[in-house]
């Protein structure tokens, strides 16, 4: 897409932290429009709880994009009750070969607190290295600060927390006002 098709949305920061048998997902909430704050207090970390399987996705990009994995990713739970992996997999070969689904601007991490994935339109459905991952505009600040803080005495949540809070004091696109979602398997 042409920089100049872009309407010039920016923002986000989720990260998933894995440690001691937990899961936390936590995203920041603005939504800017070019230089302008639209929202501050925007959910972008959701629990999906298709046939009673717990699942939280977090997601950078599009709002009504992302929306539309998070149905089709629940439809593919649904389908294949208790199988992340394979849910995600078949969501990104869709997402991959479908030319509506190619056009969707969006990053997924989702977790069944056993396992965390990154999930991308290229079709890709990455498990981190390190136990920790990030997406978005701070995606990179996140990432680096919970690498640092990985082998402390921290829980998963506080890493989440202290790495959101280093990527909003750098990403003018990310804000401290955080949705945190925590899963255990």
Known sequence: MADKDFPGWHGT???????????????????????????????????????????????????????????????????????????????????????YLQKLEAMLIVSDGADIYVITGAGDVLEPEHNVTAIGSGGNYALAAARALMDSDLSAEDIARKAMAIASDICVYTNGNLTVEKIRK
């Open 13 to 99: 920061t989720i990260i998933g932290v894995k440690k001691d048998g937990e899961v936390v997902i936590a995203g920041d909430g603005q939504v800017s429009l070019g230089q302008t704050v639209i929202k501050g207090t925007a959910r972008k970390v959701r629990r999906l709880s298709p046939g009673g399987f717990d699942v939280v996705a977090g997601f950078a990009g599009s709002t009504a994009d992302a929306f539309t994995l998070l149905e089709r990713l629940e439809a593919k739970l649904e389908a294949t009750p208790g199988q992340l992996a394979r849910a995600s997999v078949e969501l990104a070969k869709d997402w991959r070969t479908d030319k």
